[in-house]
């Protein structure tokens, strides 16, 4: 059973950095696609950055530029550097995973992803 877990969250200021890292655990396959998701009460949860094939990634409009996503395969940990961050960036972050690569369009998408670690939140204050 994959198992994933969040760290790195907190409170900062509007134009502060933080660094998210998701600790991946049970993989039982080669390759995965992985994501950032965000959700804040009462939304939808929203694709924020995906690798989903080879040294391929992708991101939400809002976060271009300011975030980037990264993983080492070694130690099976998936990161989100967030620069810049907007009190719009404060939410519950998550990170996913789903076995295989996957195509663009699905990316960003939470239906495409079957785990889940259990979120991390973000607070950017202005």
């Known amino acids: 059973q994959v198992q994933l877990q969040e760290s790195g969250g907190g409170s900062v200021q509007a134009g502060g950095s933080l660094r998210l890292s998701c600790a991946a655990s049970?993989?039982?396959?080669?390759?995965?696609?992985m994501a950032w998701f965000r959700q804040t009460p009462g939304k939808e949860r929203e694709g924020v950055a995906a690798i989903y094939s080879i040294e391929t990634d992708t991101y939400a409009d809002s976060v271009k530029g300011r975030f980037a996503i990264s993983q080492d395969d070694a130690k099976k940990t998936l990161y989100l550097q967030m620069n810049s961050l907007k009190p719009e960036d404060t939410a519950l972050y998550y990170c996913?995973?789903?076995?295989?690569?996957?195509?663009?369009?699905?990316?960003?998408?939470?239906?495409?992803?079957?785990?889940w670690g259990q979120g991390t939140q973000v607070t950017v204050s202005s």
């Open positions: 049970g993989y039982r396959h080669n390759r995965y696609s």
């Open positions: 996913a995973a789903q076995p295989g690569y996957m195509l663009a369009f699905q990316a960003l998408r939470s239906g495409s992803y079957s785990y």
